[in-house]
Each structure stands twice: as C-alpha cells, then as structure tokens.
C-alpha cells in the first residue's frame, strides 16, 4: 500500500529572521505553517554574539538566544518547526497548483504555497587561523560589527562594490582601516574605487593576503604577504572584516526560478513573488543589496501576506466576466 503524501498550505525553507517571520505571519492567519530549519538552526545570526542593531532590544542580544526566541513566537501561534533540509522540489507552473519537496533526499511532501528564506552565506578565506576567530574579531558584516570596533585599527579583505562600501563604512567609525587587494587593482566601479583612495583613513595594499590572522582568543594583529614579493609584515589590529562575496544558498532552485548570475531570487516589483505562482522569496536569498536581519524580517512578513493573498486568490476563484 502507498503511503499517503502530506500536504501542507505553507512550506516555509530555512529558520533564521525571514523564516520565523514569515512563520509569525503565516502561523496568525491560520496557514498552518511548517518550517524546515536546514543545516543551521536559526540561521547566521547563530553564528554572533552580539546583536545591537534590532529593534526591540535596547541592551542588545546575542544571536542565538534572538533567534530561540524568534522561533518561540512563531511556535506560540501553531508553527511546526521541523529538522531537515530540503534537497529538491519540483515547482508548479500553474496557479492553484502544487509543488512537490523531497526531505533529506527521502520523504516527499505537497505544498500548495512555499515561502523561501534560504539565506545566503557569507565567503571566507578558510584559513586556519580565519575561522579559528571567527567571532572573536573576525566578521564578515561590517554594518553589523564594524560599531564594535570603534576607533580602533581594523583590516578589510576585498576589492569589489562591497568591499569598498564596507571598507568607507568604516572609516567613519574606526581610527584606521587597512584594505588589502588581493590583485594590483581593485575590482569595485570607478565612484568607489576614487571614494575609498580619497578617505584619509583607509590605507589601500595591492598584490597583498592574509597570511595569518594573530591572536588566541580575540584578533591582535595580522600577517600580511606580498604575493609578488612573498615579503610578510604584521600589523596590529583588533578587527579583521572579510568581504569577498556571499553565495546565496538558492542552488536546488536553479533552472526553476529566475535568478541573477549571482544566483539571487528575482522577486517581482516591491512583492515577494517569484517567477512560479505561489512560491515566494524573503531575506538574503532575494536581496543582495542589505543582507540584515531586520529587512530580512520585514520581507519574511511581505512573503507570509502574499501568500495567505495568493492562497485567498486561489480557493476562492475570482469569477469570470
Ligand atoms: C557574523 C554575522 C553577524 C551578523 N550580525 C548582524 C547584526 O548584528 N545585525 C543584523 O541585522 N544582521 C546581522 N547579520 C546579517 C544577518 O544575519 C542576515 O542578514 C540574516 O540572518 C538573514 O536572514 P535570512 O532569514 O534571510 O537567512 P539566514 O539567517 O541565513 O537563514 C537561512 C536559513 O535557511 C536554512 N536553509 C538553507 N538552505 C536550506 C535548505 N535547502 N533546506 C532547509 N533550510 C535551508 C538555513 O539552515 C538557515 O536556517 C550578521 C551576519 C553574520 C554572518
């Protein structure tokens, strides 16, 4: 005998700010929503200690205990929050119609609308000593981080738009930014390349690499190699920023939904509908341009409110003129 395949009104992908708050939503207006948290429960936040920057917490929070009580409200309203990953789904072209999942490459399940808030992961050099202080100095978000370092000397890995946005970021908070270049030019457009030389505070290395970041528990300083010239030279710094890219976590979507070459979620017009009807994206898996926890929030709302219109759309028919 076949065994029966579950369906759910509201599949919702990942479990870090946008997918709780899409939870939130879905939960109170009766969606019955169930969350697959993926290989990191609660998402990057997980991974800081400190959060200043979210409304609501004057004192600041650390990340993981956010997130435990990000899901505790989504769970108060009926949420089921579930352990796995999902690794493929098979869309619907049609309106009304329904989207197969497979779990952990095993169970199979029927959504009648999914909510994708997959995140995106930040790049690193994976350097022993890299990810050894991952926490402890070593950031890959300098709008989140960078407060912490007030006034003090820091270092930016990246040449690209980012890099350079993040590295002028700084400046304004730090005594001194240091921007090592991997290349003998910098990747970003020509505005921020003239931004970042003409800020008095950022001293640019070309052709240079982390060789080692220094430190025990928290960063002391940096080694630096000159790949022309293999000459080493430490400098001291509290802060090490790494902004060399984020991959999107969007990989068992391609072919289905429209993305950029990035791999970004195309969403449609100031919604979170996505190019199959019914399926809709929130946070950093759609949005490249300000990868926080808030915004990633607000969009994981504007996802649950399309697809409880979506659904409302679908069971009741508009009728025909
Ligand atoms: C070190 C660090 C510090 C930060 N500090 C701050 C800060 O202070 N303030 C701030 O506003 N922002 C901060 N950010 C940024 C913030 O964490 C992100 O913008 C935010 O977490 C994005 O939320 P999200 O829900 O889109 O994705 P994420 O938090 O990335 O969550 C993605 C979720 O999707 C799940 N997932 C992925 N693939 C699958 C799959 N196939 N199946 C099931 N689940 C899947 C993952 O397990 C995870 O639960 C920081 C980021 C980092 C890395």
Redesign the pocket.
């Known amino acids: 005998m076949s065994e029966k395949i579950e369906r759910l009104k509201t599949l919702i ?7 709780y708050t899409a939870a939130i939503y879905a939960a109170r207006a009766d969606l019955k929503p169930v969350v ?10 997980t ?2 200690t ?5 409304p609501g917490y004057p004192e600041g929070i650390d ?1 993981p205990s956010m997130m435990v009580q990000l899901q505790q409200q989504a769970e108060r309203f009926g949420t089921e929050v579930r352990i ?4 493929a789904v098979e869309l619907s072209d049609t309106v009304g119609g329904i989207h197969k999942v497979t779990i952990d490459d095993s169970k199979t399940i029927e959504a009648e609308t999914i909510i994708i ?6 790049k690193y050099l994976n350097i022993p000593s890299e990810q050894r202080l ?2 402890g100095g070593v ?3 300098a709008v ?2 960078g407060f912490f370092y007030k006034g003090q000397d820091v270092a930016i890995v990246g040449a690209g738009d980012t890099a350079a946005e993040e590295a002028s970021y700084l400046a304004n908070i730090c005594n001194k930014v240091t921007m090592l270049i991997r290349k003998d030019y910098m990747r970003a457009s020509k505005a921020m390349q003239h931004r970042v030389q003409s800020i008095k505070n950022i001293e640019i290395r070309y052709n240079t690499e982390v060789d080692e970041v220094l430190g025990d528990q928290v960063v002391e300083g940096l080694r630096m190699v000159n790949n022309q010239t293999g000459e080493k030279e430490d400098i001291a710094i509290t802060g090490l920023f790494i902004a060399i890219g984020h991959k999107p ?1 969007t990989d ?1 979507f391609k072919g289905q939904l429209d993305m950029d070459e990035t791999g970004y979620i195309i969403t449609k017009g100031k919604s979170t509908k996505t190019n199959k009807p019914g399926v809709f994206a ?4 759609q949005d490249k341009e300000y ?6 929030a607000g969009t ?1 709302c504007m996802a649950a409110l399309d697809a409880e219109r979506y659904l409302a759309t679908v069971e009741t028919p508009q009728e025909t003129v």
């Open positions: 992908i990942g479990s870090g700010p946008a997918g697959y948290t993926g290989m990191e429960p609660g998402g990057q936040l991974t800081t400190e959060v200043d920057n979210f990340g796995g990953m999902v690794t808030s997959t995140g995106a992961s930040a991952r926490g950031s890959a978000c989140c981080d976590n068992i929130s946070g950093d898996a990868r926080q926890a808030v915004t990633a994981g």
